[in-house]
């Protein structure tokens, strides 16, 4: 089984500052399936980043996605306010979903 | 647009079974997997499982195999997850999302919360 792992757990920033957080897997994974999720509280995670890098519908430019093998990066270029919230890894095949236990990007 | 409408929330007595409901709309219903997933309070993502909506095929984390079964009615085009023998710490909001080959979990349900307690 993979385990994905996030660091850091708490990620303390400013609006406007960048935001680097990591994925780290136990094992090689394919980056065709590794995606990215944003979560704000009470509200469902919503899809940001698919294929390790690509952006899905109505993300904003600011995000980007990287990586390759055991260990990927979500980038925020430039954090606006309504980008602090939870983010959530993904590894996911034919029959599973694993998901790292998640960055919790705070305001500095 | 594509939508998941769960069902309300839920409060269970410990022993007890819930079921939960996810209706689609937006999209043809039999052509994507339905995953669920649970988060308890304060936690991550935990996933649960999948139902192909088009064959009824399942396949259940080895946490919840036994204990929690998820079926379809594709003429209504809505999945449901059941689960039996509730236990305090069953008490999350569950999920449901639907499952791209390619994206992951590309659109997700509003959130189930099911609170169980004596």
């Known amino acids: 089984e993979i385990v994905l792992t996030q660091s850091p757990g708490t990620l303390s920033l400013s609006p406007g500052e960048r935001a680097t957080l990591s994925c780290r897997a136990s094992?090689?994974?394919?980056?065709?399936?590794l995606a990215w999720y944003q979560q704000k509280p009470g509200q469902a995670p919503r899809l940001l980043i698919y294929?390790?890098?690509s952006r899905a519908t109505g993300i904003p430019d600011r995000f980007s996605g990287s990586g390759s093998g055991t260990d990927f990066t979500l980038t925020i270029s430039r954090l606006e306010p309504e980008d602090f919230a939870v983010y959530y890894c993904?590894?996911?095949?034919?029959?599973?979903?694993?998901f790292g236990q998640g960055t919790n990007l705070e305001f500095k | 647009q594509v939508q998941l409408v769960q069902s309300g929330a839920e409060v269970k007595k410990p022993g007890a079974s819930v079921k939960v409901s996810c209706k689609a709309s937006?999209?043809?219903?039999?052509?994507?997997?339905i995953h669920w997933v649970r988060q308890a309070p304060g936690q991550g993502l935990e996933w649960m499982g999948w139902?192909?909506?088009?064959?009824?095929?399942?396949n259940y984390a080895q946490n919840y195999q036994g204990r929690v079964t998820m079926t379809r009615d594709a003429s209504i085009g809505t999945a449901y997850m059941e689960m039996s023998s509730l236990r305090s710490d069953d008490t999350a909001v569950y999920y449901c999302?639907?499952?791209?080959?390619?994206?992951?979990?590309?659109?997700w349900g509003q959130g189930t919360l099911v609170t169980v307690s004596s």
């Open positions: 294929g390790a890098s």
């Open positions: 139902i192909n909506p088009n064959s009824g095929g399942t």
């Open positions: 937006g999209y043809t219903f039999i052509g994507y997997y």
């Open positions: 999302a639907r499952g791209h080959t390619i994206k992951g979990a590309d659109y």
């Open positions: 094992q090689s994974v394919s980056s065709s399936y």
């Open positions: 993904q590894h996911f095949g034919s029959s599973f979903y694993t």
